[in-house]
Each structure stands twice: as structure tokens, then as C-alpha cells.
């Protein structure tokens, strides 16, 4: 079903950014993840290789992901938007409507439990459209299905060091309520 979606996705030409791309950056890892980050859009390198968070933000991120003892095989990554904003700007919202869809068919294909948004962006299309990142990261929403929660995006990290250990704990806080959740069902 998700291979479906992604020659769909590659075919795309809902936005202009179909126009500037070079690679479709769809997703990637388990497609059966209980657990699902969701970033912004993709930078240069994610737009060169087509895989999401693999540039310097999707590095440090790896380092929290490894910190934290999950591996990222085990989850799935994707973004709101699949292909890249020129000069990396922030997505227009016409470019996030136009979509959104691709996302949403993604994670009802991959059913996952816990949905963590990477940065504001994330947040607010996928939380709540008045998400505080400063304010709420680390707290859980209950939307649906799903748990759901949002964390600094990693390239504020790069920016701004004095975040990081909100991040540490926040990450910490979401391998907990992962563990407890894959712990509840091999109990069924
Ligand atoms: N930033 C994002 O939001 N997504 C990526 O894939 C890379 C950087």
C-alpha cells in the first residue's frame, strides 16, 4: 500500500515544488513502526538522496535516536511536505494542503501509536494550528488513535545548544511511553 502512495507522491504535481525538486523525499524505515517522527520538509541533502533527515539536523538526530536506544530502522520518518522548499524556507500553506494528503495516507497505512512532531511546523498542522513549541514540547495529545506529542526540531538544536536538554528529556519521555506500549502488547 505504501509503494502505492509513493509513485502517487512521485507523480506529483499539486504545488510548484515539483518543479524545483530533485528526489521526492516520501519516507522511510519500518512500515509497520509503532512509532512515527514527522519533520518539517526536506533540506539539500534529503532532497539529493531522497531520504528524510539525513543533512546535519537529520545527524544530530540520529545521535538522540541512538541515545535513547531506538533504532531507526524500527521507526518510520517522514515529513509534511515530500519535497524540498527552495532555499529551504518555511512551507507555504497552499504547499502543506496540497500535501497533506500523501502524509495522512502514509500513517493510515503504517497505523503507528505515537506520532512525534520534529519543530513547529509539524506541530501545528498535526497537534493544534496554535502550538507553542517553547511552551508545549514534551507534552502528549491524545488525537484519534494516536498519542501524540511534539519536540524541538533538531535544527533549533544546531542553532540554539541551550535547548538540547529539553530535547534529551523529551526523547527520553517518548522511549518510555514506546517501551510501555510495545511492553502492553506482547502482554495481549
Ligand atoms: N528537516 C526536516 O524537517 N526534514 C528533513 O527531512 C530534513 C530536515
Redesign the pocket.
Known amino acids: 500500500m505504501l509503494s502505492q502512495i509513493l509513485q502517487k507522491c512521485k507523480a506529483c504535481s499539486a504545488c510548484k515544488l515539483c518543479e524545483t525538486k530533485t528526489n521526492t523525499?516520501f519516507g522511510c524505515g519500518n512500515e509497520n513502526a509503532d512509532l512515527m517522527f514527522v519533520?518539517?520538509?526536506?533540506?539539500e541533502k534529503?532532497d539529493e538522496s531522497g531520504i528524510?533527515?539525513v543533512?546535519p539536523?537529520?545527524k544530530l538526530f540520529d545521535k538522540y535516536l541512538e541515545y535513547v536506544e531506538i533504532d531507526r530502522n524500527e521507526v518510520y520518518i517522514a515529513?509534511i511536505l515530500k519535497c524540498r522548499p527552495p532555499k529551504n524556507r518555511d512551507p507555504l500553506p497552499e504547499e502543506e494542503d496540497a500535501c497533506i494528503s500523501y502524509l495522512r495516507e502514509q500513517v493510515r497505512a503504517i497505523r503507528p501509536k505515537i506520532i512525534v512532531c520534529?519543530?513547529r511546523v509539524a506541530a501545528k498542522r498535526l497537534i493544534k494550528p496554535d502550538f507553542r513549541i517553547t511552551a508545549e514540547h514534551g507534552k502528549w495529545f491524545d488525537k484519534q488513535n494516536f498519542k501524540m506529542c511534539a519536540v524541538y526540531?533538531p535544527?533549533a538544536l544546531l542553532r540554539d545548544s541551550a535547548k538540547k536538554a529539553d530535547m534529551l528529556k523529551d526523547m527520553k519521555m517518548i522511549k518510555e511511553v514506546y517501551d510501555s506500549i510495545r511492553k502492553e502488547a506482547l502482554e495481549k
Open positions: 523525499v519533520g518539517e520538509a526536506p533540506g534529503e528524510p533527515f543533512g539536523a537529520g515529513n520534529l519543530g526540531h535544527s
